[in-house]
Each structure stands twice: as structure tokens, then as C-alpha cells.
Nanobody, 116 residues
Framework: QVQLVESGGGLVQAGGSLRLSCAAS????????MGWYRQLAGKQRELVAF???????NYADSVKGRFTISRDNANNTVYLQMNMLKPEDTAVYYC??????????WGQGTQVTVSS
């Protein structure tokens, strides 16, 4: 089992920045990929970015050039630096971990609100 705890959400004006953190515990040796998803009320959860254990990254087109995902393997933490935030980035952001046997784990979610 893997437990994920997110922090860092909040309210920010358009053009501002936030950094989300996600700390993993439990069977952390089994984690391969970690990432961030977001979800608006009534909509499907969508991928924002992910990073593999080896450091390979992938981003949704809507956040490329503005968001940066990073990972501290020693502290079992993944970060999402969000710059130049837009109102359409407003959502609940969820941390995700995928293990070597392709099991998915989710954090509880953290609200990000960007005001115009």
C-alpha cells in the first residue's frame, strides 16, 4: 500500500504561482511513476504531468511551459511548480502514484483556485 498526502493548494490571482507537494509513504520502493491530475466538478479527471523514477517527464499541452514537475526520490516527494496560472487552471489537483505492478494510488486532493 502507498499513502499520498498533498499540500500547497490555495487561492491565487491570475499570473501568480503555486507549488504543490505530494509526500509518499508506505510501500514506496514499489513506486515507478508519480504525477498530478486535476478535476473540475462534473468533469473527468485529466492528466497534468507525470515523472518516472528515472526522471522522464510528460505534460499536458495546456500546461507546457508554465508547470514543472520534479521529484525527490530520497524524500519520496513529488512537486508541481505552477507559474503563470490562469483561471482555467482552477480545479482539485490529485497526486497519483503508479507501482511496478501498475497499481494506482491517489491522494485526497488539494484545491487550486485562480481568480481573474
Amino acid at each position: 500500500q502507498v499513502q499520498l498526502v498533498e499540500s500547497g493548494g490555495g487561492l491565487v490571482q491570475a499570473g501568480g504561482s503555486l507549488r504543490l507537494s505530494c509526500a509518499a509513504s508506505g510501500s514506496i520502493f514499489s513506486i515507478n511513476t508519480m504525477g498530478w491530475y486535476r478535476q473540475l466538478a462534473g468533469k473527468q479527471r485529466e492528466l497534468v504531468a507525470f515523472i518516472t523514477r528515472g526522471g522522464n517527464t510528460n505534460y499536458a499541452d495546456s500546461v507546457k511551459g508554465r508547470f514543472t514537475i520534479s521529484r525527490d526520490n530520497a524524500n519520496n516527494t513529488v512537486y508541481l511548480q505552477m507559474n503563470m496560472l490562469k483561471p482555467e487552471d482552477t480545479a482539485v489537483y490529485y497526486c497519483n502514484a503508479i507501482t511496478m505492478i501498475l497499481a494506482h494510488y491517489w491522494g485526497q486532493g488539494t484545491q487550486v483556485t485562480v481568480s481573474s
